[in-house]
């Protein structure tokens, strides 16, 4: 079983930002489709941003300008790089690592992301 874990929510000014990662247990970021998804109360989930390999990027329409997504070399890796966050990016951010067909749809527990103005 594939692991997935985040890491680098945390309470933010409006305007501020941060870096989540997310790490695979295996080196097979290269096989999948890796993407952040928010949740905030009350919401459904919702695709943030996706990369895959060979590069090609992917964003929501709302972040669109503000984040960015990037692999690491170590192939474990990849980081949501939040700039300028508005109280609206509030949620919990999810991993989502997409290995089908080599592997399976792998989900991270989630970071908690908070802006406050």
């Known amino acids: 079983q594939v692991r997935v874990v985040e890491s680098g929510g945390g309470l933010v000014h409006s305007g501020g930002s941060l870096r989540l990662s997310c790490t695979l247990s295996?080196?097979?970021?290269?096989?999948?489709?890796m993407g952040w998804y928010r949740q905030a109360p009350g919401k459904q989930r919702e695709l943030v941003a996706t990369?895959?390999?060979?590069?090609?990027?992917n964003f929501a329409d709302s972040v669109k300008g503000r984040f960015s997504i990037s692999k690491d070399n170590n192939g474990k890796t990849i980081y949501l790089q939040m700039n300028s966050l508005k109280p609206e990016d509030a949620a919990v951010y999810s991993c989502?690592?997409?290995?089908?067909?080599?592997?399976?749809?792998?989900w991270g527990q989630g970071t908690q992301v908070t802006v406050f103005s």
């Open positions: 989502n690592a997409d290995c089908r067909p080599a592997f399976e749809n792998y």
């Open positions: 295996e080196n097979i970021v290269s096989l999948c489709v």
């Open positions: 990369i895959t390999t060979p590069l090609a990027t």
